[in-house]
């Protein structure tokens, strides 16, 4: 039973919630069944069928429609007197700024992405609201607490790269080629090799048809007399060419994306002759070893097959499933060493990247790709949510010595699944945080100011609206309100070289570079460097004083695979912790420095710290992060 004091913070307090979607489906529940009485919940997703073996809230009735609001009316079902406020849109928005997060007590993320995570650390700590994030991947989960000047801002400690891929983007607005396998092999390949009776979001539909999808045709059914090559040439305009042009038509969707392009059967193979003839008479003794590629004469699994290529092997690969394995259709999955299965994701993935202008891989490297998915694990996602809702009602009774950041772990260590360990001071190197300066690197007499603004600016320091100053001259800005004439002068800045500005940005000079919506400014000291290492350092510039976790080592085993851009392993195994210390004490950067490290899953000190970024939705690939000094927990 809670006390009466916290009851009285329970009840008095408005929080924002970011995210409605594993996490945030039971961290709704429980807020609203812990008695909170005022909650505004923010999500620009829409309910996908993939969502509802976890996200509770929702129905098959609901699929196309929005989480945030769904969520919602759902629980205020059985609690009718809360006053619950949804938005259907990004957090991003410029109308979620500084003042709109200053209404509020707590902020509590379930967010899906690294970058939406740091705009909202951002406008936390200058809005000086307390932050509570948190994130699941499988059996494993975290919640850290955030509050300015006494624990450290979500960036103070290097995160690694996202490997976390939501549905919706997955099916909506791929970026990166990752996004384009997953939806090839666990939507496209599933849905015409696998359970026919398992549904997932291929299936395009209209608006009308959106609440009664048992009632739409299902398009990938092949029909009765269909010929085998009708029938490949017809999935492949729907998903290639009729998706696309149904995903175009939503112009909201691409207002800061890049449009795909439709992509049909007759554009690419307009005078295709098949050559040879498999049928059903034809057997092998392995279906595994059964080839596309080698059908049409391409032998060298690291070469990038062209997108005629690529369309062929996906019609021959098709072909050969329905002809030479016909009996396993509708209980295939997918294995990474079934060659042709291989095969078909690659080419279908290429199709897709294509498309959406991404660079296309080797099948060796797509292979690699393939693999290491984990599945989100409701359970946890309720665990999770329980201990942000204990964290949330601490930081309401501004109850700082109690503030503890918990891990959740899949096998016990020490006799405990969950982990808690006291938060840390702010990094006093942080340049969220702290305001420290930063260094770049970089040949000013060659360095374009665009690539600046993309390489450094936004990759590096995931500012959204940049403001680019040297001295009292402004170089560079975005926002809705310029006038034209300043649009085209910055647009023809971009353009220049450093060295070439307005007011030359050269070695020795500083140059700020701020975020309104952010309320985030640094100063950049640029520092001239005449050759980059073009391996090591393809960007051509290099931050210094702004750190991101390296990828994971590859294993000899084979559970990691290594690739261009993209670095994946199968597990997470570790949560760094160190001797106690005296009891209430937190310690300081400085006195954590000496501290051993030790692994409570695997009694090794091997110094590797997993950092859950995302909430599990649906597909998630995990990467091991270098925890370095600054970042060992504290056992209590």
């Given at each position: 039973m809670a006390s009466e004091q916290e009851l009285s913070a329970i009840k008095g307090a408005k929080v924002l919630m970011v995210g409605a979607g594993g996490i945030g489906c039971e961290l709704l529940k429980t807020l609203t069944l812990s008695?909170?009485?005022?909650?505004?919940?923010?999500?620009?997703?829409?309910?996908e069928v993939s969502n509802l073996n976890r996200q509770f809230l929702f129905r098959r009735s609901h699929?196309?429609?929005?989480?945030?609001?769904?969520?919602?009316?759902?629980?205020?079902?059985?609690?009718?007197?809360?006053?619950?406020?949804?938005?259907?849109?990004?957090?991003?928005?410029?109308?979620?700024?500084?003042?709109?997060?200053?209404?509020?007590?707590?902020?509590?993320?379930?967010?899906?992405?690294?970058?939406?995570?740091?705009?909202?650390?951002?406008?936390?700590l200058a809005a000086d609201v307390p932050l509570i994030e948190s994130g699941t991947t499988g059996f494993l989960g975290q919640v850290t607490v955030h509050v300015k000047d006494k624990t450290e801002c979500y960036e103070c400690q290097p995160k690694p790269a996202p490997k976390t891929y939501p549905v919706c983007t997955i099916t909506s607005t791929p970026s990166k080629f990752v996004h384009c396998i997953v939806w090839a092999k666990d939507l496209l390949f599933a849905k015409l090799f696998g359970d026919k009776n398992q549904e997932n979001d291929l299936n395009v539909r209209s608006g009308d048809a959106a609440s009664s999808s048992e009632h739409v045709e299902d398009v990938f059914e092949r029909r009765?007399?269909?010929?085998?090559?009708?029938?490949?040439?017809?999935?492949?305009?729907?998903?290639?060419?009729?998706?696309?042009?149904?995903?175009?038509?939503?112009?909201?969707?691409?207002?800061?994306?890049?449009?795909?392009?439709?992509?049909?059967?007759?554009?690419?193979?307009?005078?295709?002759?098949?050559?040879?003839?498999?049928?059903?008479?034809?057997?092998?003794?392995?279906?595994?070893?059964?080839?596309?590629?080698?059908?049409?004469?391409?032998?060298?699994?690291?070469?990038?097959?062209?997108?005629?290529?690529?369309?062929?092997?996906?019609?021959?690969?098709?072909?050969?499933?329905?002809?030479?394995?016909?009996?396993?259709?509708?209980?295939?999955?997918?294995?990474?060493?079934?060659?042709?299965?291989?095969?078909?994701?690659?080419a279908a993935a290429n199709i897709r990247a294509a498309s959406f202008g991404i660079l296309m891989h080797s099948l060796f490297d797509a292979k690699g790709i393939a693999g290491n998915i984990v599945h989100a694990v409701a359970t946890t996602n309720a665990i999770i949510a329980g201990l942000i809702v204990i964290e949330a009602i601490k930081v309401l009774q501004n109850d700082a010595e109690n503030y503890r950041m918990t891990y959740c772990l899949e096998h016990p260590s020490r006799k405990m699944l969950l982990m808690p360990v006291e938060p840390f001071e702010p990094n006093q190197s942080c340049y969220v945080c702290s305001e420290t300066p930063l260094t770049v690197e970089v040949n000013t007499l060659r360095t374009k100011l665009c690539d600046f603004v993309e390489k450094i600016v936004r990759a590096k320091l995931g500012m959204s609206c940049p403001l680019i100053m040297h001295g009292p001259a402004l170089l560079y800005e975005v926002g809705d309100d310029l006038e034209e004439d300043m649009v085209a002068n910055y647009e023809a800045n971009l353009d220049k070289v450093l060295s070439e500005l307005p007011s030359p940005v050269t070695g020795g000079t500083t140059i700020t570079v701020e975020d309104l919506q952010q309320e985030l400014s640094c100063n950049i000291n640029i520092k001239q460097r005449e050759h980059f290492d073009e391996e090591k350092e393809p960007d051509g510039m290099v931050l210094i004083g702004w750190t991101q976790a390296p990828p994971a080592e590859k294993e000899s085993n084979g559970e990691s695979t290594s690739t261009t851009g993209q670095t994946l392993a199968t597990e997470a195994k570790v949560v760094d912790v160190v001797e106690a210390a005296p009891a209430g004490k937190k310690r300081k950067l400085s006195e954590r420095t000496h501290a051993s490290v030790s692994n409570p899953s695997s009694g090794t000190s091997d110094g590797k710290q997993v950092i859950l970024d995302d909430d599990g939705d649906d597909v998630i690939m995990l990467q091991d992060g270098d925890c370095d000094v600054g970042k060992k927990k504290k056992l209590l």
């Open positions: 008695g909170f009485q005022d909650i505004h919940i923010i999500d620009m997703d829409t309910i699929v196309g429609q929005s989480k945030a609001k769904v969520a919602c009316d759902a629980v205020l079902r059985f609690r009718p007197h809360v006053s619950i406020t949804p938005y259907h849109a990004n957090v991003k928005d410029p109308n979620f700024n500084v003042d709109f997060f200053k209404q509020f007590n707590v902020v509590l993320n379930g967010l899906d992405n690294l970058d939406a995570r740091r705009h909202v650390n951002r406008l936390c009765d007399n269909e010929d085998i090559e009708q029938y490949g040439k017809r999935i492949y305009d729907h998903v290639f060419g009729y998706n696309i042009e149904v995903a175009l038509s939503n112009e909201e969707t691409w207002k800061n994306c890049h449009r795909p392009k439709p992509i049909y059967f007759r554009d690419v193979l307009p005078d295709v002759q098949e050559n040879g003839n498999l049928d059903k008479s034809c057997t092998i003794s392995d279906s595994s070893l059964v080839s596309a590629m080698s059908s049409i004469g391409l032998k060298n699994p690291q070469d990038i097959w062209t997108l005629s290529d690529n369309s062929k092997i996906f019609l021959k690969a098709l072909k050969m499933f329905f002809v030479q394995r016909e009996k396993e259709i509708g209980c295939l999955t997918f294995d990474k060493d079934d060659q042709l299965a291989v095969e078909f994701v690659t």
